[in-house]
Nanobody
């Protein structure tokens, strides 16, 4: 059974930090690179960051050193540490496989950056 459960979002002021977590099904996690994606109202979903099974990473251009993606292979969990948050980072954040996301998406976690 596919399982992608995101958590850790919330309301934060500009310049603040959040750490997102995603618990994934063991089989999905173990054989795939994983990514964090986001979707803001009225916009298409976009890749934020991705991490390979060996720990190699990719980031969207807009991240510019502010976010760090990591994975814990023992816990089937992928993390996204977000620092120096901006209002334009406001979106629902999802995790999924990368580069080809599964058809199934979890509920996501809302991140709102506002003063």
């Amino acid at each position: 059974q596919v399982q992608l459960v995101e958590s850790g979002g919330g309301l934060v002021q500009p310049g603040g930090s959040l750490r997102l977590s995603c618990a994934a099904s063991g089989r999905i996690f173990s054989i795939n690179a994983m990514g964090w994606y986001r979707q803001a109202p009225g916009k298409q979903r976009e890749l934020v960051a991705a991490v390979g099974r060996g720990g190699g990473t990719n980031y969207g251009d807009f991240v510019k050193g502010r976010f760090i993606i990591s994975r814990d292979n023992a816990e089937n969990t992928v993390y996204l540490q977000m620092n120096s948050l901006k209002p334009e980072d406001t979106a629902v954040y999802y995790c999924n496989t990368w580069p080809r996301p599964l058809d199934y998406w979890g509920q996501g976690t809302q991140v709102t950056v506002s003063s």
